[in-house]
């Protein structure tokens, strides 16, 4: 247990380990369950939010979520956090629901369901039934930092160690659902033949919120109005996710808010505070090796 961790959380469970899982990086919170979720049974309807961690899936949970049901549900956002209305298919951590359970209970619908399993490892059940699935990628560098200080504040995470090192292990693809560079290139070459997969970029919603909401909302074939969008835009801004306890985490036991926030910084381009100029070298060099037979492009600025 580390030793600057506050009394109320010391009845946490020591941190993971990590551990191999069929060739990726997991820690047992998101393979306890494994049976279930292999077998889990989407419905036609149901929308996959699938994210590499940290990547924006908090974001884009909260704008699905306002689009489907803003209008015909009005109290949902004010009566469950975020983290109940959009179930996390492949938790199991103590004193929470399964995702697996939780997903099944859900009587809304659409449902919408988050995962951070690459793409070899997504229930058969959701290509069988033709589900749509929101893809969302934030470049490497933005992404590494914010599953840094993720891991400082989460109880559930493996220990971060430095800084030096976690990015270390990032590069090496040691980190929990594997390596940032399968993760998205995967998903990416799946987009390529199937139609159903919206894959879209962090960075594209920090530089245009709006527009972004217009091609999710075309995607899903949702009727919302402009002045519905409009304010969806205004509710789903950083400053305004931050103070929204529904959607920011805050009543998440697991997560330290003194040590780091959930809604931390969200911006593109935090990545020049952390590398110093070897790592950002490093991490360039061995970018461009993994990422050498991807269409796949990223931006590190906006
Ligand atoms: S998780 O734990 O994997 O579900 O985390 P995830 O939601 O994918 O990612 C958290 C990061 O997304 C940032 N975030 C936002 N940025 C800008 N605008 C809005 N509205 C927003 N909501 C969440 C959040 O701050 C985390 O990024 P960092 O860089 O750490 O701030």
Redesign the pocket.
């Given at each position: 247990m580390a030793a600057d961790m506050p009394a109320d959380k010391k009845t946490m469970p020591p941190r993971p380990d990590l551990l191999d899982f069929h060739g990726v990086s997991m820690t047992h919170y998101f393979t306890d369950n494994w049976e279930k979720i292999q077998n889990f049974q989407a419905r036609p309807d149901d929308i996959l939010i699938a994210?590499y961690?940290?990547?924006?899936?908090?974001?884009v949970s909260y704008i699905l979520d306002l689009l489907y049901f803003s209008q015909k549900k009005p109290d949902r956002q004010t009566s469950n956090p975020i983290y109940e209305r959009v179930p996390f298919l492949e938790i199991m951590i103590p004193n929470h629901p399964s995702g697996t359970d939780l997903a099944d209970s859900l009587d809304s619908s659409p449902r919408l369901i988050?995962t951070?399993l690459p793409i070899q490892m997504i229930p058969k059940s959701f290509w069988e039934k033709k589900c749509r699935v929101v893809y969302v990628a934030r470049n490497a560098k933005?992404n590494a930092?914010?599953f840094f200080?993720?891991d400082r504040m989460t109880y559930v995470q493996p220990e971060p160690g430095d800084w030096n090192s976690f990015l270390q292990r990032f590069m090496d693809g040691k980190m929990v659902f594997g390596s940032w560079y399968d993760h998205v290139t995967g998903w990416w070459e799946r987009k390529q033949s199937h139609p159903k997969i919206h894959y879209m970029f962090f960075e594209d919603?920090?530089e245009d919120t709006g527009r972004e909401i217009d091609k999710l909302s075309s995607f899903l074939g949702s009727n919302s109005t402009a002045a519905a969008k409009e304010q969806i835009r205004h509710l789903?801004?950083?400053d305004n996710?931050k103070k929204n306890d529904m959607a920011n985490y805050s009543s998440f036991e697991t997560m330290d808010f003194k040590i780091s926030p959930?809604?931390?910084?969200?911006?593109v381009g935090?990545w020049k505070n952390h590398f110093t100029v070897t790592q950002n070298e490093q991490f360039d060099e061995d970018y461009k090796k993994k990422m050498k037979n991807t269409t796949l492009q990223f931006r590190t600025v906006v």
């Open positions: 994210t961690p940290k990547a924006g899936t908090t974001w988050k951070h933005d930092v914010s200080h993720f919603m920090v789903v801004q950083f996710m959930f809604m931390r910084k969200g911006k935090d």
